[in-house]
């Protein structure tokens, strides 16, 4: 089997909620000509592995479980599926959305408690606690939605040094630092943004220095830039998100940003209205424009992921259960749908 740059087919891995009728996790098949999904194995080994990550030197396989009782758990991709190394791990909190490898650590966001979580990580790619768990503090003027903080992403900076997690309840994007030996988050710094924004998600440009924030509650992009030596987030510009022609009735709900590796272009799924919309970066990293916008081809798309060569986007439309992929325009960074694999209550792919 070759890798995503070799011949034939690699995988993808594809979480899930359970609660919602998802199988766990689904291992495919990936054709590395067309691009389409071949479905061959699908492992549940605990509640609502929503969000998956792949660690590059290992090739271990890390999902959280999203549910009351928040675990995390790695698995080793074989022949045949997934082998679980050893029983999940206990985040230490409730809701983990969101996982990340930083060092020897797998950190998690946890959106019911509004924390973060930091696990060690074994020679083998398998997890141990105790967690050490940072609590964010604080609320945002949604009385429905930001009652408390609520974490909904984090993840290492590209050098490495600071961790960042963006928090829809407070209306923030934190920085801090993590001890490796103990696995202890510092707070460092704390970027607010617009009150009752929601920020969700947030993308590095691979320059290194600009860093985009997704907007859950209001439909926007924040750019930001991002000091890598003193750890600060500085806030520059917000770009509305999918805006035009919404019917009425419908709320667009941003979920995820991406950007692509060669730093001219990104995209935003947007929620509610059900569309993937393509942002030029032609102008600089600092000024995405909006250049197109099409449909995500089924109901919610929950993530959204350009393989590991660039040439496509796959979208995990949780709601109307399938894994939607596109061809991209390399001159254009426009979208065009090719193919669909059924997959209930999809919500997250990664590729391996």
């Known amino acids: 089997m070759g890798g ?3 011949d034939g087919e690699y995988r993808a891995y594809i979480g899930s909620f359970t609660s919602g009728g998802g199988r766990g996790i689904t291992v495919a098949a990936v054709d590395r000509v067309t691009g389409g999904l071949s479905p061959l194995a699908a492992v549940d080994p605990f ?8 660690a590059p030197d290992t090739g271990v396989l890390y999902a959280v479980s999203e549910s009351e009782r928040g675990a995390a758990g790695a698995f080793r ?6 082998t679980p190394l050893g029983p999940p791990v206990a985040v230490g909190a409730s809701g983990p959305t969101h996982l990340s490898l930083a060092g020897r650590r797998l950190l998690t966001a946890n959106y019911a408690s509004g924390s973060v979580s930091s696990l060690a990580v074994a020679a083998d790619g398998g997890l141990s606690g105790p967690p050490a768990v940072l609590t964010h503090r604080g609320s945002g003027p949604d009385a429905d939605r930001q009652e408390g903080p609520h974490a909904h992403q984090v993840l290492p900076d590209p050098g490495g040094r600071w961790v960042l997690s963006v928090d829809l309840g407070t209306d923030s994007v934190r920085v801090c630092a993590l001890d490796q030996a103990t696995g202890e988050l510092r707070a460092h710094s704390d970027t607010v943004l617009r009150a009752g924004s929601g920020p969700r998600h947030l993308a590095f440009h691979p320059g290194g220095d600009v860093v985009y924030v997704l907007h859950e509650l209001e439909p926007q992009l924040t750019v930001c830039r991002w000091d890598p030596v003193s750890g600060s987030l500085d806030a520059l510009s917000e770009v509305p998100v999918g805006l035009d022609d919404v019917p009425e009735g419908v709320r667009p709900c941003p979920s995820v940003v991406a950007v692509s590796a060669d730093g001219r272009f990104a995209w935003a799924a947007v929620r509610g209205t059900n569309t993937l919309v393509t942002f030029s970066l032609a102008d600089g990293a600092e000024k995405p424009r909006p250049a197109d916008t099409v449909d995500c081809g089924g109901i919610w798309p929950r993530d959204l992921v350009p393989d590991p060569s660039g040439r496509r986007m796959y979208v995990a439309n949780e709601w109307s259960g399938d894994v939607t992929w596109f061809s991209v325009d390399r001159a254009s960074g426009e979208l065009r749908r ?15």
Not at 77 to 82: E, Q, S, T, V, Y
Request: glycine share 16%.
């Open 4 to 6: 995503p740059d070799g």
């Open 47 to 54: 509640a609502n592995p929503s969000c998956l990550t792949l």
């Open 77 to 82: 991709p074989g022949a045949d599926g997934l």
């Open 338 to 352: 090719t193919g669909s694999l059924a997959v209930p209550a999809a919500a997250c792919v990664v590729f391996g």
